[in-house]
C-alpha cells in the first residue's frame, strides 16, 4: 500500500462525487437551510421554544446556528455521515467494478483507506458548509447581538462566536462515528440502500434509547448522546466532561467500524 496510490483513489473518488447529483443537493441544501430558517424565524411571531435556545432565535443570531446544531443531531448528521459513505463501497457491487478496480488498478488497502478519506472528507467538508451557513445566517438576518447562555449569564458577541465555533467542532466526532457506521453496513451488505439507510434509522434508534429511562451507562455509549456534548461549553461554570466522554465514545465507534470494515473487505472474494 503506497501514499500516491491512496491520493490516486482519493482524487478518482473525488471526481466521481462532484458528478453526483445527491451530493450537489445535499451540500446546497447544507448552504441554503439555514438561511431559509433564520428567515423564516425573521417574519413569524412564533418560535421553536421546546428546542435549546430556540426562544432566543429572534434575539439574537448566535442562537440560530445552536438551534439547527441540535436539530441536525436527531437525523441530519446521521444522514451528511451516510450519503457518501453508505454508497462509496456498495456502488462497485452495484457496478461490478471490484475485480477491475482490485486486479487491474490499486490494492484493496488502498482502496479502502482512498474510499474511507473521502467519506471523512465529505462529512467534514458538508458539516462545515452547514456551520458556515447557519452563522452566516444568523448575522446577516437576525444580528450579532449577546447571546444569554443556559446559566443565564450574557455572551458578548466574540465569546458567543467561540462558543458556536466549538460547539459544532464538538459534533464532529460522533459525525465521523456515523460516517464509519455507514461504511462497514456499505461493506458487509454490498448495498447502497442498506448504507445509506440503515445508519439514519440506527440513528433514530439511539436519539429514542437516549431520551428513555434507562441506564446511564448505556446512554452515555450511545453515539446520540455524543452529539448533546456541547451543552456543557454554554453553563456557568462550563463543563467539559459529557464532550470529551462522547468523543472517546465516537472515536471508538470510528476504530471498532473501520476494522470490521476493513476485514470484511480483504476477506470478500472479488470474483464474487
Known amino acids: 500500500m503506497s501514499f500516491l496510490g491512496i491520493v490516486a483513489v482519493v482524487g478518482v473518488e473525488c471526481a466521481k462525487l462532484s458528478a453526483q447529483i445527491k451530493v450537489r443537493l445535499l451540500l446546497a441544501a447544507c448552504a441554503v437551510g ?14 421553536p421554544a421546546d428546542t435549546l435556545f430556540g426562544r432566543a432565535v429572534t434575539e439574537s443570531g448566535f442562537a440560530i446556528p445552536l438551534v439547527v446544531l441540535g436539530f441536525g443531531a436527531l437525523w441530519p448528521f446521521a444522514v451528511i455521515a451516510s450519503i457518501v459513505a ?12 471490484w475485480t477491475t478496480v482490485l486486479t487491474r488498478s490499486r490494492s484493496r488497502g488502498e482502496m479502502f483507506a482512498g474510499k474511507v478519506l473521502t467519506a471523512v472528507g465529505f462529512s467534514l467538508a458538508a458539516v462545515a458548509t452547514l456551520a458556515a451557513s447557519s452563522v452566516v445566517a444568523g448575522a446577516l438576518v437576525i444580528g450579532r447581538q449577546p447571546l444569554v447562555d443556559l446559566s443565564g449569564l450574557v455572551l458578548p458577541p466574540v465569546d458567543a462566536f467561540g462558543r458556536v465555533a466549538l460547539a459544532w467542532i464538538a459534533v464532529l466526532p460522533p459525525t465521523l462515528g456515523f460516517t464509519a457506521v455507514a ?5 458487509a451488505t454490498r448495498s447502497s440502500a442498506a448504507g445509506i439507510g440503515l445508519p439514519v434509522i440506527v440513528g433514530l434508534v439511539m436519539q429514542l434509547a437516549a431520551f428513555v429511562d434507562g441506564p446511564e451507562i448505556i446512554r452515555r455509549l450511545l453515539l446520540a448522546t455524543a452529539f448533546a456534548g456541547w451543552h456543557g461549553l454554554f453553563a456557568q461554570p ?3 466532561g459529557p464532550l470529551l466522554y462522547g468523543s472517546a465514545v465516537s ?3 470510528l476504530v471498532a467500524c473501520l476494522v470490521v470494515a476493513f476485514r470484511l473487505l480483504q476477506r470478500r472474494d472479488i470474483g464474487r
Open 34 to 47: 439555514p438561511f431559509v430558517f433564520a428567515g423564516a424565524m425573521r417574519v413569524q411571531s412564533s418560535v
Open 251 to 253: 472515536a471508538i465507534y
Open 183 to 187: 461504511v462497514v453496513v456499505s461493506v
Open 86 to 97: 453508505g454508497d462509496i463501497f456498495a456502488a462497485e457491487d452495484r457496478y461490478g467494478t
Open 238 to 240: 462550563v463543563y467539559y
